[in-house]
Structures are given as structure tokens and as C-alpha cells.
């Protein structure tokens, strides 16, 4: 259920491809380069003063070779067209996937956003854009006359190749009101706090299954604080948030930046018009420029399911450059097991990373990936994207299974005392007493680790309530962290660190 993506091309060799695609659809088929150029269909428009509609046709042939690459497909658009509406068709045989996004002309070139007006990956093959409206996924608007691009982006091609079409219908007439973004508002409260939240999700804006609506509602009704809106490359969904603002929720602009190729990061904490551009490869000054630009609106960059079965969708950018990393995506497996482990490495070396958990969910159906299941709970100034962002950058996070679990770890050497995403400065000769609550589990095991591996094991208690205090041998064990487990071994909570340094 994951969008797609890419190996960009620079210029010349989007050009170079172009025409290539254009010569290989020459030899195949003479009518195919007729049907290349512009053909004209005259349809009764709805109002018979009006001009009708006209109707372009692009179509071509991908080679195998081709997978991952971009390109784009001009299409002229004349003043005085109100709406555009693309159809795209593909054989699908051999599993064939051709991704789709639109750009106006104010700019389509990877790099600049400025002209981005949507994308659905492989999830519509059709889509339409107006003044007040547009398709999920699609940025409405006006439809600015000149050279529009839809970009297409293949990422599963079969041996015999992918043949596409795109009809294209531009029509003219009242351009209507003008869509008005209504942004989720920027704070709920401004009341300090631990906060649960879900930080990726899909509705019908990228491959999700429910509207907005559906999923607002969801997320009071699991006891969510927060959520963050996580679509694939696009920014849709976030302009319209503070239409579906139910009381005590917090919604959190967010993107999932989305590459088959290369794999998945979240960006949160976004402003509501920001979009993160996802066309460039691995190289470290990319994805460098990327993040930071994350960083500067005070956000973060989380490594996604680093270890996604699809060997397409494992991660291959730099972890330097990242905040984070979801070692937590739906249900517990050994993928998530994978990206713990990575995780701890890390931290052995010394990476203060952030560990979140999150749902990933889709739909609302049965499925691993359910809404709040796992959740990242975070100590908060407030309610409010600020202050989230705040936690989750000081890394006063844990991550629970679902709704009814919440704990309390704390380390204490001398006077000295620290919490989750502190650093506990100890004096020499000190030992460190650690202090761990838990309510809403009531088997499985509680594991305190250091850099070393497992410093004490405690049984949950079948109460339902835990309580535990360990006095640590002396020693500096760099970080303590803690994870309960089921006896079958699943996840129920796991925090990050408390980090320890001596005076
Ligand atoms: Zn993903
Ligand atoms: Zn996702």
C-alpha cells in the first residue's frame, strides 16, 4: 500500500528520454505519432454559450530499462480554460505501475515545488483541478494558462515494456469562487503534558481508503491527542484540516516523502503549504537541502519501516541526516525487530535518535496497520504543533501498542534526576536508581538495557499495575532505555533513552 518512486534524470537526459520515447512509439506504431500530436474533439458542453471542451491526447511506450525514471509530458493549456482533467490509461500487464502527478507553469523542474498542483502515485488513474475544487491529492486552484507537466514515474515495468495514454480535456467556462485553505489550527491547549499521538497516516489524499472526515473521527474515538497527516508527496490533505477540527484533537501538517527506489521518510511538522520535494537520489547534498529545509520550519525527518520487505523500499540516504527513525510501523514483526536493532546500534554509537512509533494506517478494515496501534506518547509543553515538535526533538517520547498503556521511567544518581530524553550527569562513586511505573498490561516482561544490552529483567504484574526499582551496580551505562514484551516476545511499550554522562 505504499506510493512509488524514482531515480531522477537530469535535464539533458529527460530530453534524451523524451524523444527516445517518442521514436520508440514512431517505430511501433504510425498512428501512435498521429495520436502523439494533438487531436482535437469536439464534445456539447454543459452550457452552449460556452466553448467546448478540447480534448488532447499524449500517449507512448516505456521500455523495461526505463524503470524509475521520470518524465514529463507537456500539455499546452490556453487562457481561458477553468478546468483540466487528465485520464491516464496503461496495459497493466506484468504488474505495470505508472505513477502520476501534475505541474503548473510556474514550475516543474526537481528542485522547485513552486508549480506543484498534485500527485496520486499509483493510486488514481484519473484526476481534475478547478478554481474551488480538485481530486484528493490535487492542489485546487486557478488553472493558469501556458505549459502544464504531468509527470510520470514508472516504478514496475514488464519486460515487454508499459504503454500509456493520457487524455487530457481542458474546459473553459465560469471559473467559479476561489478555493480558500482552511489549515488545521496551530494549538489545542496550551496545557503541559504527556500527549498521545499517531504520527503517519493516509487517507483518501494518497492510497488511504477514508476521507478526512472518517479519520478525525477515528482518531477521537481511539483517544488520540494528536495526529500527523503523512501523504505521499503531496500537501493536499493539509490545506483543508481545519474543516474536520474536532475538540482535543491536534492535527500536525506532515508529508510522507515517498521513493520506491530509495525508500520512505516522514517530515513533520510542516507549515500547511509547505511541500518536500522527492526527486533526487541518495546523494548526501540532496537529501542534506531536504531536511533542512524540514528543520528550518521546525520539524523533523523520520526514517520510515527502514526495513520494508520490498527491497525497492529499503532505505539508502544517509541516517546523518535524519532526526529519527519509526523502529514501530503497525503491528509488531521482524521488520520492526530489524529497525530496533538498527536503532540500538546507533545509539551505541553514540546517535542520540529519536525512536517513533506510528500506525502507517490506511484503512479502517482489519489490517496490521490500525490507527493509534502503535502509539508515540510525548511530553509536551502544550497541545500544540510547537510544542509536540519541541518533545519530540528533545526526545520526551514513548511508544505504546495501543491506548490503555502509559508508563513513568526515571533515573536518579544522587541528587541528580532524569527522564526520558535527558541526560543524567553522575558523580563519581554514584550509582544510578531507576524508577519504572506501568499500567495497562498486566503479563509480559519489563527489560532495562544499556549500551551493553539487558541491565535487569522485572515480570509485569497481573494486577495490571507494575512498579519497579532497580539499584544499578556501579558502572556508566551511556544510556538506559526500557522495553516491555508479551511472552510471545510482540512489543507493548518501549521508551527512548535516558542518556547518562559522568560529571
Ligand atoms: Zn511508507
Ligand atoms: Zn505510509
Redesign the pocket.
Known sequence: M?ASQLRPLSNNEQLVHQKRLQRVGTQYNWALLLAILVSVVCLAGPAAAQAPPTTVVRQGHVPADSLFKLFYVPIEVPAGTTEIRVQEDYNRQGGNVLNMGVYDPAGYRPGTTAGFRGWSGGAKTAFFINAQSASTGYVPGSVQPGTWHVLLYPSTIAPSGLDWKLTVTLVSGPAGSAFVAAPAVAAVNNQPGWYQGDLHMHTLHSDGRRTPAELVDEASAQGLDFLVSTEHNTNSANLSWGRYARPNLLVVNGE?V?TTAFG?WNALGLAPTTLIDWRYAPQDSAIATYTAQVRALGGLAII??PF?PDTVNRFQFGVRHFDGIEVWNGSWDARNEQALRWWDELLRQGRSLLAVGAS?THTAAPSPNQLGRPRTVVQARSLSRAGIMQGLRARRAYLVADRYLNLMFTAQAGRAQASIGDTLTMGAGQRIKVAFKLRGASVGTVRLLGANGVLATSPVAASGSTTVQWQLPPGLPRYLRVEVRTPQGAMLALTNPIWVSSQ
Open positions: 505504499h510522507e515517498t520512505h520510515n519501516h520494508f502507517d
